[in-house]
């Protein structure tokens, strides 16, 4: 089959799709990978086809960084001011992508690229839509944090029908906002149709939940058709997954590090997270690797003891398994790839799915959490001190990794993917 797999974001965003899709390749398919320029790089070498989908994303523009992990509005801001304004040019970049220059047989969408249920409606290519986390379904048995309402999540368990209350919050807040996409639907000649945000975004007919069921089980509310596979990882920047030479020298010269990082993402916001964390390392006098990023403004100032190691970049399969405990935001990725190596974590949630997947690993007790606002350096060394005096922590951990072991997130989205192509033909 020739399939068009597409969405919007970060690396953690696509990531999944890049495995999905070299898995497809070996099993003899075509996939397309419909994605914004600056991922081109990245795919050309591993031989996959790519159509570039606007908007196109700037990974050194930190002021719209900084606009999207802002707590309170980063997820409205992102959606009207960056994803919606270009939503007729996805439309038609996916448009050419899903044609041309033949006519795919499946389109896999991501539920950023809100222009994908309109071509599918359009040309009538069947589809299959995936999300990475469980609160991608806003269930009212299952409530997420919700970053600007942190606290409404915990009354769920004292308050009757608080889950329900949150729902409705979460649609009556963002009832405006998908006005856009109702505009182009008008322009297509389409009907208003389901809300965008909510239930569109889901396929009728297959919905991959590109993670493992330690993190959510399926609800009664979920949309019909859902098939939890597992996570998919994919962390390769070079192909070979290689450490940079002087990472790996550290890793091998001693004790297992504590590792800090942002993901791709936050990490472009990072503030002081790094020049913190290097304190807090120095306060307890433990090895540590901060994982800065390309921004050189995230390189701690201060003088660094032999003790601790930078690297802009470092594949976390490879670096996690070699760590004591890692220090991270909690996207959905980078949380995988720790709970994969059975490492414990310290998470610094930022925005949009990182409070509820925090939450999530904090109910595995493999996790603590500390609010963006209280990091410090005093504070982050006796969280860190903490949980390395505590043995519970890493032996659940080591736990829960032994259950990942025996999922194969790629292989069943794929089987699924191959099993709907059957079904539409």
Same mark, same amino acid.
């Given at each position: 089959?020739?399939?068009?797999?597409?969405?919007?974001?970060?690396?953690?965003?696509?990531?999944?799709?890049?495995?999905?899709?070299?898995?497809?390749?070996?099993?003899?398919? *075509?996939?397309?990978?419909?994605?914004?320029?600056?991922?081109?790089?990245?795919?050309?070498?591993?031989?996959?086809?790519?159509?570039?989908?606007?908007?196109?994303?700037?990974?050194?523009?930190?002021?719209?960084?900084?606009?999207?992990?802002?707590?309170?509005?980063?997820?409205?801001?992102?959606?009207?001011?960056? #994803?919606?304004?270009?939503?007729?040019?996805?439309?038609?970049? @996916?448009?050419?992508?899903?044609?041309?220059?033949?006519?795919?047989?499946?389109?896999? @969408?991501?539920?950023?690229?809100?222009?994908?249920?309109?071509?599918?409606?359009?040309?009538?290519?069947?589809?299959?839509?995936?999300?990475?986390?469980?609160?991608?379904?806003?269930?009212?048995?299952?409530?997420? *944090?919700?970053?600007?309402?942190?606290?409404?999540?915990?009354?769920?368990?004292?308050?009757?029908?608080?889950?329900?209350?949150?729902?409705?919050? *979460?649609?009556?807040?963002?009832?405006?906002?998908?006005?856009?996409?109702?505009?182009?639907?008008?322009?297509?000649?389409?009907?208003?149709?389901?809300?965008?945000?909510?239930?569109?975004?889901?396929?009728?007919?297959?919905?991959?939940?590109?993670?493992?069921?330690?993190?959510?089980?399926?609800?009664?509310?979920?949309?019909?058709?859902?098939?939890?596979?597992?996570?998919?990882?994919?962390?390769?920047?070079?192909?070979?997954?290689? #450490?940079?030479?002087?990472?790996?020298?550290?890793?091998?010269?001693?004790?297992?590090?504590?590792?800090?990082?942002?993901?791709?993402?936050?990490?472009?916001?990072?503030?002081?997270?790094?020049?913190?964390?290097?304190?807090?390392?120095?306060?307890?006098?433990?090895?540590?690797?901060?994982?800065?990023?390309?921004?050189?403004?995230?390189?701690?100032?201060?003088? @660094?003891?032999?003790?601790?190691?930078?690297?802009?970049?470092?594949?976390?399969?490879?670096?996690?398994?070699?760590?004591?405990?890692?220090?991270?935001?909690?996207?959905?990725?980078?949380?995988?790839?720790?709970?994969?190596?059975?490492?414990?974590?310290?998470?610094?949630?930022?925005?949009?799915?990182?409070?509820?997947?925090?939450?999530?690993?904090?109910?595995?007790? *493999?996790?603590?959490?500390?609010?963006?606002?209280?990091?410090?350096?005093?504070?982050?060394?006796?969280?860190?001190?903490?949980?390395?005096?505590?043995?519970?922590?890493?032996?659940?951990?080591?736990?829960?990794?032994?259950?990942?072991?025996?999922?194969?997130?790629?292989?069943?989205?794929?089987?699924?993917?191959?099993?709907?192509?059957?079904?539409?033909?």
């Amino acid at each position: 089959m020739r399939i068009v797999l597409t969405n919007i974001g970060t690396l953690g965003d696509i990531n999944p799709l890049i495995a999905i899709a070299l898995e497809l390749k070996r099993r003899g398919h *075509v996939p397309v990978m419909a994605l914004p320029e600056v991922f081109g790089p990245k795919i050309a070498p591993l031989g996959l086809e790519f159509h570039a989908v606007r908007p196109d994303i700037d990974p050194q523009n930190t002021v719209i960084a900084a606009m999207v992990y802002d707590v309170r509005k980063g997820t409205e801001r992102g959606l009207r001011e960056f #994803l919606f304004p270009a939503l007729p040019k996805t439309y038609d970049d @996916l448009l050419d992508a899903a044609t041309r220059p033949e006519r795919a047989d499946l389109l896999l @969408l991501g539920e950023l690229n809100y222009a994908g249920p309109l071509v599918a409606e359009v040309t009538g290519i069947p589809w299959a839509s995936y999300v990475l986390a469980p609160l991608s379904f806003f269930s009212a048995y299952d409530p997420p *944090v919700l970053p600007m309402y942190p606290r409404l999540a915990r009354a769920d368990k004292t308050v009757p029908g608080m889950g329900q209350a949150i729902k409705r919050l *979460v649609r009556f807040m963002s009832r405006k906002w998908p006005q856009p996409i109702y505009d182009l639907r008008k322009e297509l000649g389409l009907e208003k149709g389901r809300n965008p945000l909510f239930d569109a975004k889901h396929s009728p007919e297959l919905v991959l939940a590109l993670f493992s069921r330690v993190m959510g089980h399926e609800q009664k509310d979920w949309p019909e058709h859902v098939k939890i596979t597992g996570f998919c990882y994919y962390d390769s920047d070079s192909g070979n997954g290689a #450490l940079p030479p002087h990472l790996e020298e550290f890793l091998a010269a001693g004790e297992p590090p504590v590792v800090f990082t942002l993901g791709s993402a936050a990490v472009m916001t990072a503030g002081r997270f790094f020049e913190f964390s290097a304190k807090a390392a120095m306060k307890l006098g433990v090895r540590a690797v901060l994982l800065i990023g390309a921004d050189e403004r995230n390189r701690p100032r201060q003088t @660094l003891p032999a003790t601790i190691c930078v690297a802009e970049y470092a594949p976390y399969s490879k670096v996690f398994p070699r760590a004591a405990l890692v220090v991270h935001q909690g996207g959905v990725g980078t949380t995988a790839q720790c709970l994969r190596a059975g490492k414990p974590m310290l998470i610094v949630p930022y925005s949009h799915d990182q409070p509820d997947n925090a939450r999530r690993v904090q109910r595995l007790k *493999v996790a603590r959490v500390i609010q963006r606002g209280n990091y410090t350096p005093m504070r982050v060394a006796r969280k860190i001190q903490g949980m390395l005096a505590e043995p519970r922590f890493a032996l659940r951990a080591k736990l829960v990794a032994q259950r990942l072991e025996h999922e194969d997130g790629v292989g069943s989205a794929c089987d699924a993917l191959e099993e709907l192509y059957r079904n539409t033909r």
